[in-house]
């Protein structure tokens, strides 16, 4: 599978034949240089177009996964990010006067997600240290005579 570079990202061109012959990045930007997804697919995604969802998600699912993976460091929990990004496109397509770059809608989703379950890891570790650091305080006997007992 051949892969071009797209800034600094790579970006795996696996889906030729659904997007007619041409790589993703070719595909998605259109004679006035604004990518077609802006335009066209949102249009069929708000209508459910359950095929346009799928064209949107064969070629942008790879940069959402690696943003994401870049934040996490967590293959699973960078899958599972891409996944709730794409299923907030299904409920929700962006919506306004002026389509928003979907890829770019897409991987803004995927970084709040990442960092929001980057903050609940650290908040949920802080809490079991806290109630580790309890627990050990509860478990040491506070009167001195039944510290020698103990002992």
């Not at 897409?106 to 960092?115: D, E, G, M, R």
């Amino acid at each position: 599978m051949p892969v071009k570079r797209f800034g600094r990202a790579p970006l795996a061109c696996c889906h030729r034949r659904e997007l007619g012959g041409v790589n993703c990045v070719e595909a998605m930007i259109g004679a006035m240089g604004q990518p077609v997804y802006d335009r066209v697919f949102l249009q069929r995604l708000c209508s459910g177009d359950e095929d346009a969802f799928e064209q949107v998600f064969r070629a942008c699912y790879a940069s959402v996964y690696g943003v994401a993976y870049r934040l996490l460091r967590d293959s699973p929990a960078a899958e599972e990010v891409a996944q709730e990004a794409f299923v907030r496109l299904h409920r929700t397509p962006p919506t306004g006067a002026e389509p928003p770059n979907l890829l770019g809608w897409l991987i803004t989703v995927a970084t709040h997600l990442s960092y929001n379950r980057l903050r609940s890891e650290r908040r949920r570790r802080e809490r079991e240290e806290r109630a580790g650091r309890l627990e050990e305080a509860t478990e040491a006997p506070a009167d001195p005579v039944e510290r020698q007992d103990a002992v």
